[in-house]
């Protein structure tokens, strides 16, 4: 391959870095914001466990594209890196992100599992998803991702690169780049995650087919069978973005560094097209819901005008001054 197709590789890795996470990006904070104003907005989602784990979820997402798409955008596109100039940000970026990263995928997991639940033919098993049990379990994975994600705090720090001699912010001990890159990204933040919610999914999706023969409350049954679709939906969308970004990152991991340049450069274009897409879960849980559920539709239409612009119109009649006759 020639050293222009090099060039060109490296040309188009750095495009796909700037226009493919900006519209991602902007479809992100969109989709959460929407999410959230549905979800706070409608009482039926108020007392229902699920729900709780998807505006969970909404929230950690925008901190995520914020700290990791975000971030990364500004780099490449404006040659923009706080983490370059401020030792506090490089550490608190990576911290975010891993965080984050661990919350959203345990959100998803608690998600599945909870309409699994809620859908099972058990009693017993159908005790087990309810609020109160989805707040303290939200409580103790907040507590064990933060502490989990504070050898980062200390083991991040800014380096100067061997290749460019500009500061870079990075792992300085190789013991725990070793632990962050294959246990942390690989096991913990992408496999586990997917074998997780494919069980449950598959547990799921069984439960959900006999549902209608049950005998329990009308608005009860549609709520579960509504969550469920859409969170099976979810996780099966979500496999087609993180399964490519394993096998990528993997790769680029085992690189040997005598390998032809050319080659590592179409890893590193690979690597640039699934580390964006790899933000997508994070991004387009509102238009899933949107496609795959008409009841999700009409409650977002719902909120959104006869809830919200409604109340804008009567707040602007009532405050509006009748001119003098």
Known sequence: MSSLSLVSLTYAAQEVNIYLRSIILIFGVTSNILNIIVFLSLEIFRDSSCAFYLLVMSFVSIIQIFFGLFARTLNVAFSVDWSTTSLTYCKLRYYFFQVCSAMFYTCIALATIDQYLATCSSPFLQRFSNIKLARWLFVIFTIIWIMHGIPILYYYNQDISNSTNATICTITNDTFQQYYSYFTLIILLCSMPVIITVLFGILAYRNVQHLTYRTMPLVRRETDKQLTIMVLVQDVY????????????????????????????????????????????????????????????????????????????????????????
């Open 238 to 325: 979500n496999l087609f973005f993180i399964i490519p970004y394993i096998v990528v990152y993997a790769l680029q991991l085992n690189l040997n560094i005598n390998l032809d340049p050319n080659y590592a450069a179409q890893i590193e274009l690979a690597l640039s097209i699934t580390g964006a897409l790899y933000y997508v879960p994070f991004s387009s849980a509102f238009y899933i819901y949107v496609c795959v559920s008409e009841r999700f539709r009409r409650q977002f239409l719902y909120v959104l005008f006869k809830l919200h612009l409604g109340r804008c119109r009567q707040d602007f009649a009532r405050n509006q001054i009748l001119p003098d006759t």
